[in-house]
C-alpha cells in the first residue's frame, strides 16, 4: 500500500541553523500539507499546497518557513533559522482530494 | 477558541471492553475526521464522516456526529491491547477545505 514517506527521521540541529525536511507524499495525490507537533500538545497546521502553490498558511507559518515541490516527487519544508521553540515532530501528509489526508511517520527536530 | 476538543484526556479499560472517546468543536465543519497515534509515532486515519453523516463504522469502530451539539464519538469495541494509544479529532472548517484543525488527544490505555 503507497505510504508518505519523510526524511530524516531524526534532525538535531544548533538555533540559527537552516533546516531543510523532505516528504516523499503518495504519487497521484494532489494536496500536501505539514503539520508539527510540540511534545505533549496538539498537532498544528502550518501549511497547505496544491497546484504548484500555497493554498493556506496559518500564523506559525511565517517568513522563516518555506515549502517546495522541486520535482515531481519530494516536498520539502525549510526553516531557515531555527530557533528553540521549532523543535517538534514534524508531519507531512498528502490527499487525493481536500478530504482525508495520509501522514507520513514525521521527523522529530530537535534544535539545540 | 479551541476546535476539537476530546474527552475524556485519558482512559484505562481492560481488553475486551468498549472505549468511548468524545469530541466537541466550536465552528462549522465540513467533516471531521479521527485519527490514531502510537507513542511517539506517525497519525493513523482510522475514519472521516462528514457533516452530512450521522455514524459511520468501521469494523470495530463506530462515529458519531451531532452538529446541532457540534460534537462527536469514537467507540472502539472489543478494545485490545493493540489498541492503545493516542486517539484524535480533526475538524475540516466549512470555511476551508485544507487544514485539520486538532484536538489534545485522549490517551487510551488497554489493560491486558
Known amino acids: 500500500e503507497p505510504e508518505v514517506t519523510q526524511t530524516p527521521s531524526h534532525q538535531v540541529t544548533q538555533m540559527g541553523q537552516e533546516v531543510i525536511l523532505r516528504c516523499v507524499p503518495i504519487s497521484n495525490h494532489l494536496y500536501f500539507y505539514w503539520y508539527r507537533q510540540i511534545l505533549g500538545q496538539k498537532v498544528e497546521f502550518l501549511v497547505s499546497f496544491y497546484n504548484n502553490e500555497i493554498s493556506e498558511k496559518s500564523e506559525i507559518f511565517d517568513d522563516q518557513f518555506s515549502v517546495e515541490r522541486p520535482d515531481g516527487s519530494n516536498f520539502t519544508l525549510k526553516i531557515r533559522s531555527t530557533k528553540l521553540e521549532d523543535s517538534a515532530m514534524y508531519f507531512c501528509a498528502s490527499s487525493p482530494s481536500r478530504f482525508e489526508q495520509y501522514f507520513g511517520p514525521g521527523t522529530r527536530l530537535t534544535v539545540t | 477558541s479551541q476546535q476539537g476538543e476530546e474527552d475524556p484526556q485519558a482512559l484505562s479499560i481492560q481488553e475486551g471492553e468498549n472505549a468511548t472517546m468524545n469530541c466537541s468543536y466550536k465552528?462549522?465543519?465540513?467533516?471531521l475526521q479521527w485519527y490514531r497515534q502510537n507513542s511517539g509515532r506517525g497519525l493513523v486515519h482510522l475514519i472521516l464522516i462528514r457533516s452530512n453523516e450521522r455514524e459511520k463504522h468501521s469494523g470495530r469502530l463506530r462515529v458519531t456526529l451531532d452538529t446541532s451539539k457540534k460534537s462527536s464519538s469514537l467507540l472502539i469495541t472489543a478494545s485490545r491491547a493493540a489498541d492503545t494509544a493516542s486517539y484524535f479529532c480533526?475538524?475540516?472548517?466549512?470555511?476551508?477545505?485544507?487544514?485539520?484543525?486538532w484536538g489534545a488527544g485522549t490517551k487510551l490505555i488497554i489493560k491486558p
Open positions: 465552528t462549522s465543519i465540513n467533516n
Open positions: 480533526a475538524t475540516a472548517r466549512m470555511d476551508s477545505n485544507y487544514q485539520l484543525i
